[in-house]
C-alpha cells in the first residue's frame, strides 16, 4: 500500500507559478514511477507529467510542456510538479500517482490513469484571467 498527500495549489494570476508536492509513504518510492493528473470542472481526468523511477526520464503532455517540470527526490519521498506560466483553463485538481509497472518511460500506458495503482486526494489550483 502506498499513501500519497498532495499539498501546494491554491488560486493565483494567470501567468504565475506554483509548486506542487506530493510526500508518498508506505512501498517503497524509489521503485514507483510517478505521475501528476488533473481534473478541471466539466472534464474527465488528464494526464499531465510522468517521472521515471530514478528521475531520470519525463513525459508530458502536450498541453503543458514547456510550462511543468516534474521532479523526485526519493531520499525524501517527494515528488514535485512545478507549474509555471499558469493559464485559466490550467484550473483543475491535480493529483500525484504511482505506478510500479516496469515498461518503458514512453509506452503509451505511462500516460493512462488506470495504469496508477495509488492516488492522492489531490491538490487544487486555480487560475484567474
Known amino acids: 500500500q502506498v499513501q500519497l498527500v498532495e499539498s501546494g495549489g491554491g488560486l493565483v494570476q494567470a501567468g504565475g507559478s506554483l509548486r506542487l508536492s506530493c510526500a508518498a509513504s508506505?512501498?517503497?518510492?524509489?521503485?514507483?514511477?510517478m505521475g501528476w493528473f488533473r481534473r478541471a470542472p466539466g472534464k474527465e481526468r488528464e494526464f499531465v507529467a510522468a517521472i521515471s523511477q530514478s528521475g531520470g526520464t519525463t513525459v508530458y503532455a502536450d498541453s503543458v510542456k514547456g510550462r511543468f517540470t516534474i521532479s523526485r527526490d526519493n531520499a525524501k519521498n517527494t515528488a514535485w510538479l512545478q507549474v509555471n506560466s499558469l493559464k485559466p483553463e490550467d484550473t483543475a485538481l491535480y493529483y500525484c500517482?504511482?505506478?510500479?509497472?516496469?515498461?518503458?518511460?514512453?509506452?503509451?500506458?505511462?500516460?493512462?490513469?488506470?495504469?496508477?495503482?495509488?492516488w492522492g486526494q489531490g491538490t487544487q489550483v486555480t487560475v484567474s484571467s
Open positions: 508506505g512501498r517503497s518510492f524509489s521503485s514507483s514511477r
Open positions: 500517482a504511482a505506478s510500479f509497472s516496469t515498461y518503458s518511460m514512453y509506452d503509451r500506458r505511462v500516460r493512462y490513469p488506470g495504469e496508477y495503482n495509488y
